[in-house]
């Protein structure tokens, strides 16, 4: 690979550097509890950054933490090709009583060869005399030497104004002679910091719009979200003139988090009109933050703004009859824009039209078949009241319109119905769970079960009691259905309804407590999940298990390679 | 119980009625994807939140669902006494072309008895005419004859603007006639609803001192998170002049959700000094958060603004070291007035602080026992990283705690150990699940366990394999422990921990995947809960089990009444 050229502008977006998305993931991103980056994840959280268009992307703390100074060498020997972003160290301004050139911190800085350093400084002067225990001359004088250093050695400088809101409502010149000592050295932005996260909107526009007017420095906002405000803060601030926003995928960060940097260029992008990144970028927004969720090994949230996998699902009977009419109408934003996608859950409070919609975004035409609407509505409504919920199990929904549509059609279609798509007929099943004498656990289940008019019996063992039971079921049916060998369970949910009663429905407590299980499958082609519920948690999952055969089954008959095995064939 | 007075104003706040903050988790927040409240789910979740002190607690859309209409039938006949909150009905304006009194919707809002009514009605004119397909005049009808008739009825009534921004911006006129028909008819406050979520918090502010200067009305503010901003947007309202903020326990809501009444409720009391719950109630901020989230079944988010598990955890070297020496340097407030508490992370230091202070809050003097401290730290530590979690299981915790003091005291007090109150020793345990040719499911228990040096086998029955186990065990204990027959099993909560593997942890899949059970358990004079992890459900469950059982054996010896049953005595 070749040695990327240093770049300390964004590169690709239409404001050029007229305006910052500056991220931190990297860097105050990992402070976040349960997060701990390897070199090479830094490099592909940075890759992915890079592909989204942001324009800086702060690598770490090269010479405080070794992670960090390998990184920052190994992007320098040529393995970081950044497109759209200039590459940034975060540092600290020089040690008192020691010059800038002097300080192995600050030469660790050069020595990361990144283009553009971060500084970060103390701008409360409470922090300055208690935290630092030196005085305001002192303090200002370490910022002034050390951005003067660095753009001396060529190097692009932004100041983060630590705790500068604090500070700022504290002793107001402390807190704006910290800033004009970076600015008059070189800094090219003054980072107005909310580090302890304890602002609102409002007080933050009022700040920035202040201290622009009373300082005329470019200005770039940093906000943490103790409050739950980070993300409107910081677009707050923009409105208010901030031209720099730094923010972190997801809002990973210290405490409650940092401002989400999806929601922020959403924000900016979608309300405010901004185009803060590259041509086509935008629609990668959804992905992105998927993708960075991954690397961080922290499941996704859900329902983030703009991205989150609910952040466009409607449950409410009453939106999905007006969304049937004008999808306009009840999102804020075309969710395609983002690269997300538009869900109607089915569940008890779902109308026709919800049924409708959901057989529409399945494939099935559910329309011209009123009647199998209405059974549709009326089995979830019915099951959802016994505990099922079909919202996060498609598949098992699928089953079910199908299997409505076949019967509303007769004959004609019949074939199209759950029954005539389950594999095989259960005649009965038992599992075993023993801790035996010498500590160890086993189980063992065995299923009778009849397949294309056959009677097979199956034992197996498993890890567990579903395990046990799956591998059993796939011992019986595999014989006359090969194409099981690539299907496989690859997730498993339980969660125990009503409270006061649990899996097992103690006696005497919650005597309508049931156990409802989500099975997850995959072919290696697609995934698709199923649900079960009963009192007892190992039949609840038989008829997860038995759903998730039957879409199986069905996936296997419309890709036509089940032509290719003869129904009819009996097992060995 | 006695019928409680109906209450439309709330109680115990030093705002009184010029303040109202307004929860709707039982109705909107159920919208979130995931959510399925039980009515006795919804009588718990609304204990809750009048013990909390909020004002206003909608219950659902009597009428619409059944569910909702059975929670307002059970509260009307005693089942919920509120101390500080009235309770609100939410439903629709009478239809078109059909009087208030004989609308069956408008009905129900009236038969559930509910003091207050909140009645939701469109305010966007595109709404009104593709949505609801009538026009401006007969939508304000509809607003006006509905108040009417509820005002005369006796009903205090709020208005729920739907889409209210949107509309407002494209239709001023027709946005604020429905206000005017809604307040000339009667409602007390005109609440504006950002139904699809994308305003931002300075766009708020300026449209609530807008409306609030032309109409002089009373506002309320509804927001929705699809920018992430939905409690920033609820405060800037309420600077702006909104004196009642709808809100959601934990954001919970649809697609985004919507505003989460703990940051909501947590900047107005600690940023704006807003005195809106009764005195005393804000410390329980945290524990309400946790246990709602509890009730909805929902993993509480830890990054969450000042309820959090993570709010007020530091994570980086230089702020733990600042901490030190000021906390109040790194925190916006000090933890403890929400009910929570500042972490530091990752250091053996403040493992030892906590484990002692949580010996403390236990009864257990551990400042003595430095060796037992460091066992129990290490184990601990051992144990999380493989999936134990001793935050919910006291019990357990204990157990371990009181292990570690008798093996550091020797044998002087071996009889606190775990070992010691364990009240017998497993040879072997086996559980049959069976699915029988006739449809019947049943699940059958053998243990074979040492009690006092007597072998005792015993076979039960159960609804699922851990009941089954459950009465096996007490069937081969109570013998000799009689006093077990007053001890049950209350919950049965089962978490999948390591996604991509399962309870049963498939081949190929996650295989360190394991399952966490946590039991509580009742002796009637209290409950405890333990755990248990184990990459089988059942194995994990028996885990659980035997401790619940050491735990009640321990209480039974503490209580003095054990004496009555001498320990020797061999079962029958």
């Excluded at 992307?57 to 405080?64: V, Y």
């Excluded at 975004?361 to 329309?367: M, N, Q, V």
Aim: with cysteine; net charge negative; glycine share 10%.
């Amino acid at each position: 690979m070749s040695r990327p050229v240093p770049r300390t502008e964004p590169a690709g977006t239409p404001l050029g550097d007229a305006f910052h998305v500056y991220d931190t993931t990297l860097r105050d991103g990992a402070q976040r509890e349960g997060i701990s980056y390897s070199v090479a994840d830094k490099l592909a959280v940075a890759r992915h950054l890079d592909a989204l268009g942001v324009g800086y992307i702060e690598g770490g703390w090269p010479g405080a933490l070794p992670k960090d100074t390998e990184f920052f060498a190994r992007a320098a020997a040529g393995e970081l090709e950044l497109r759209h972003a200039a590459l940034v160290a975060f540092g600290s301004t020089r040690r008192a009583g020691l010059t800038a050139d002097r300080d192995p911190q600050v030469r660790a800085l050069l020595d990361s060869l990144a283009p553009v350093v971060t500084l970060v400084a103390k701008s409360d002067r409470r922090h300055i005399e208690r935290a630092l225990r030196t005085d305001v001359a002192e303090n200002c004088a370490m910022v002034a030497d050390t951005v003067s250093f660095l753009r001396r050695e060529g190097r692009r400088v932004f100041l983060d104004a630590e705790h500068f809101f604090d500070g700022y409502r504290f002793d107001p010149d402390t807190a704006l002679r910290v800033l004009e000592a970076a600015v008059t050295a070189g800094a090219d932005v003054a980072v107005l910091c909310d580090t302890n996260g304890g602002m609102l909107p409002l007080g933050v526009a009022e700040v920035v719009r202040e201290v622009a007017g009373r300082t005329g420095f470019r200005l770039g906002i940093h906000c943490q979200d103790d409050t739950g405000c980070a993300v409107a803060n910081s677009v707050a601030a923009v409105q208010a003139g901030a031209t720099h926003v730094q923010c972190t995928a997801n809002g990973y960060g210290e405490r409650a988090g940092n401002a989400d940097l999806f929601a922020v260029v959403g924000n900016l992008v979608t309300k405010l009109d901004m185009p803060v990144l590259p041509e086509g970028a935008f629609a990668e927004l959804t992905r992105t933050s998927h993708a960075l969720a991954e690397i961080a090994n922290i499941a996704p949230d859900t329902h983030q703004a703009y991205v989150g996998t609910s952040a466009f699902a409607h449950k409410a009977g009453l939106h999905a009859s007006a969304i049937k009419v004008d999808p306009e109408l009840y999102n804020h934003m075309d969710p395609e824009v983002v690269g997300n996608g538009q869900r109607v859950l089915v569940t008890e409070m779902a109308g026709r039209a919800s049924v409708e919609l959901k057989g529409a975004e399945l494939g099935l035409d559910l329309a011209g078949h009123p009647d199998a609407v209405s059974e549709v509505v009326q089995t979830v409504k019915e099951r959802e009241a016994q505990g099922w919920s079909f919202e996060a199990a498609d598949a098992s929904l699928e089953l079910l319109m199908r299997s409505a549509i076949g019967r509303a059609d007769g004959a004609a279609s019949a074939g199209a119905g759950s029954e005539a798509v389950a594999p095989f007929t259960l005649e009965s099943y038992r599992v075993i769970i023993e801790h035996r004498a010498d500590g160890a656990v086993v189980s063992e289940a065995t299923v009778k079960v009849l397949v294309d008019g056959v009677r097979m019996i199956a034992t197996q063992e498993g890890n567990g009691p579903v395990n046990a039971l799956d591998a059993a079921l796939r011992a019986a049916l595999t014989p006359s259905r090969p194409w099981l060998e690539n299907v496989e369970l690859s997730d498993f949910k339980v969660r125990l309804l009503s409270p006061g009663g649990g899996a097992d429905n103690p006696d005497g407590h919650g005597t309508d407590a049931v156990t409802r299980v989500l099975v997850e499958s995959t072919d290696h082609g697609g995934s698709w999940t199923t649900v079960g519920v009963h009192g007892n948690v190992v039949e609840a999952s038989w008829l997860a298990l038995v759903d998730a055969l039957a879409y199986a089954a069905m996936r296997e008959r419309s890709s036509g390679l089940a032509a290719a095995v003869p129904s009819g064939r009996p097992g060995g």
